[in-house]
């Protein structure tokens, strides 16, 4: 995992910053303290994770995407910042523990 410091431009987003660079939001807000959007010029620490995007299917849980994934249970809650996830929902998935 590769960390940055990051200046926020005045039209980023969270998600947009999560997107480039392959981590979620709500490890942002988690690492950098933020509570909403960051603002232009705001300084933030980005952990790029190595991770991949999977859509939750029917009768998926955290649980089970992580056995299916074979990555550990923690890592996947804190990379998304939820213990629940639903069907269609959008996460990501890290890299396999080995």
């Known amino acids: 995992m590769k960390t940055f410091l990051y200046t926020a431009k005045e039209?980023?987003?969270l998600?947009?910053?999560a997107a480039k660079f392959h981590t979620s939001e709500s490890a942002i807000k988690l690492r950098n303290g933020l509570t909403g959007e960051p603002f232009e010029g705001m300084k933030l620490i980005i952990d790029e994770q190595k991770a991949f995007g999977y859509t939750v299917r029917p009768f998926d849980t955290l649980e089970?995407?992580?056995v299916k994934f074979r990555v550990s249970y923690e890592?996947?809650?804190t990379l998304n910042g939820v213990g629940v996830v639903f069907v269609g929902q959008?996460?990501?998935v890290?890299?396999?523990?080995g």
């Open 64 to 66: 089970s995407i992580a």
């Open 94 to 97: 890290p890299e396999n523990d």
């Open 90 to 92: 959008r996460i990501l």
């Open 15 to 17: 998600a947009k910053i």
């Open 75 to 77: 890592k996947l809650k």
């Open 11 to 13: 039209d980023d987003s």
